[in-house]
């Protein structure tokens, strides 16, 4: 699998400051912090949150036919849960302006846009996409300690060995049916 271009932790930061003045400041926050991929920020609705700050992964955003839509996710193991920080769901909580179902109800077009703007604002150069931001959280992690199987689960992997080969420095040998 090929990784991603990361942001540094002292990138991080600034990206951070920088995306508290764009609009689309809840999900670029959520996919950073979480790990979510660009579809899943996008499906996310207020009751995905609960009263306990858990939040659900159960659904992603994408065009359909020229329609945006909810969709699937991935695979099953997209599915997930996850146990927000009490500071990060007062943030998110804060954003809620409209009576949207939606956390925000934006294109992947203005996602993109927004982070783009925060890139400058940040005076980040490197080409850091949406995507980028998934993986910075998992070399974050993996940097921090964070054991892989955890990583797996809140990345939403179908395999460990996925996970293994994109965030650590020791992949896993390929499987041959004749040394098992």
Not at 88 to 104: F, G, M, P, Y
Request: hydrophobic share 40%; glycine share 4%; charged share 15%.
């Amino acid at each position: 699998p090929k990784q991603a271009a990361t942001l540094t932790r002292a990138e991080a930061h600034a990206y951070l400051d920088a995306i508290k003045n764009v609009r689309c400041y809840p999900l670029l926050l959520l996919m950073l912090v979480c790990g979510l991929r660009r579809g899943e920020a996008l499906g996310l609705q207020w009751s995905d949150i609960d009263q306990q700050g858990v939040l659900t992964i159960n659904r992603q955003r994408m065009r359909v036919n020229q329609h945006y839509t909810a969709a699937p996710l991935k695979t099953q193991q997209s599915h997930r849960a996850m146990q927000l920080p009490p500071d990060l769901v007062q943030i998110i909580r804060a954003q809620r302006h409209s009576l949207t179902r939606w956390i925000l109800d934006v294109t992947p077009e203005k996602l993109r846009a927004d982070h783009q703007q925060a890139l400058a604002a940040a005076d980040i150069t490197a080409h850091i996409t949406l995507h980028g931001l998934r993986h910075t959280m998992a070399m974050l992690a993996t940097e921090a300690g964070t054991p892989i199987k955890l990583l797996q689960a809140t990345l939403g992997h179908s395999t460990i060995k996925l996970t293994a080969d994109l965030y650590t420095n020791h992949p896993f040998p390929p499987t041959n049916a004749a040394t098992l």
